[in-house]
């Protein structure tokens, strides 16, 4: 008989073995009933008598019967048992609600924009979400962070996770009307170097970003003298809304106020797609149905989402106006 107080997992198993097989009028039954061979069902209630020191069963070929050991060691574990097994169906009901913690990371700079609208639908339609947003410009551990959902402008090296580009980042020079006509429309890269520029400093690399070109369809990048320069994307945006300088500007961020007219894009030939912003995940099949859930409406809102990217033929409608060539007298 195996000694010491504590049963070890097996002696469960062989538990919920015994208890099936009384329920069930036989030992082949139980182990149908839980996939498991007739042979090694039997070998679990016998090592089970073994360890407890008491018959639990009469066997005979065609029946079987409890013991009177057996049948107060029924009436003691059934309701451990009946605990067990609602706590299981509870967990395996909790994979199909969508309900519960939601954990999420992105980018910083200039997501919450088009995070919010998202989260805000889910959780209308889903009252029992609570959503857990991390928003950072470093890439950080998806298992040590346990993430559900992962958004990252451009590609991401961690592994083991699936990758999906939601939609291509435009990146885009320019500038409010106000300043095109005190500071002159750029027509030539080489005519940036007499422009107030803003750039882009990274807050985790501490890094100025350059500015990117596509140049006879090869991306080119080139570092800007800055008029303007801060570690804020949103800052960024501000200052060219204002005036203070020509900045080049993420698509997603530039859209809607080139679209209202208080920017203007200039040097469309030289426009960028190299980057995109992508939703990372685990593995669908072992997801909870509420990450499933928030993946599904994330794909059928931001996949190839025409709100955050200038189709060509609104660019056209820039490239046909007549152009002001040089500086205001």
């Not at 009901?93 to 309900?99: H, L, P």
């Not at 890094?207 to 303007?228: C, I, N």
């Not at 320069?229 to 005036?243: H, K, M, R, S």
């Amino acid at each position: 008989m195996a000694e010491g107080p504590n049963m070890p997992i097996n002696d469960f198993r062989a538990i919920a073995t015994f208890a099936k097989a009384v329920e069930l009028g036989s030992i082949r039954q139980a182990a149908l009933a839980q996939g498991v061979t007739p042979q090694a069902a039997s070998q679990a209630i016998a090592q089970l008598e073994q360890h407890l020191g008491v018959r639990l069963l009469h066997r005979t070929t065609r029946s079987l019967a409890l013991t009177e050991e057996g049948q107060r060691f029924l009436e003691n574990t059934q309701p451990a048992l009946a605990a067990l097994d609602r706590a299981l169906a509870q967990a395996r009901e909790s994979r199909e609600e969508v309900t519960g913690p939601l954990r999420i990371v992105g980018p910083k700079s200039s997501f919450a924009a088009i995070l919010m609208p998202l989260l805000d639908e889910f959780c209308r339609e889903h009252p029992g979400i609570q959503p857990d947003v991390h928003l950072d410009d470093g890439i950080g551990n998806w298992v040590l962070d346990r993430v559900d959902v992962g958004f990252r402008i451009g590609m991401s090296a961690s592994e083991g996770v699936i990758g999906r580009q939601l939609f291509p980042i435009q990146m885009i020079v320019c500038a409010t009307p106000e300043y095109l006509k005190t500071h002159g429309t750029p027509s030539t890269l080489d005519d940036l170097t007499a422009h107030r520029c803003s750039v882009f400093r990274h807050p985790v690399t501490g890094k100025v970003a350059p500015w990117y070109f596509t140049v006879d369809g090869k991306l080119e990048h080139r570092q800007m003298s800055p008029a303007f320069a801060t570690n804020d994307t949103e800052l960024e945006v501000q200052a060219v809304l204002a005036g203070q300088v020509m900045g080049q500007l993420a698509s997603f961020s530039a859209a809607s106020h080139i679209r209202a007219g208080r920017l203007v894009p200039v040097l469309l030939q030289h426009i960028s797609a190299h980057i995109g912003l992508h939703l990372y995940y685990g593995n669908r099949t072992a997801q909870p149905k509420r990450v499933r859930a928030f993946l599904d409406l994330a794909l059928a809102r931001l996949n190839d989402c025409n709100d955050y990217v200038l189709a060509d033929k609104e660019l056209v409608r820039f490239k046909s106006r007549p152009k002001r060539s040089g500086r205001s007298e």
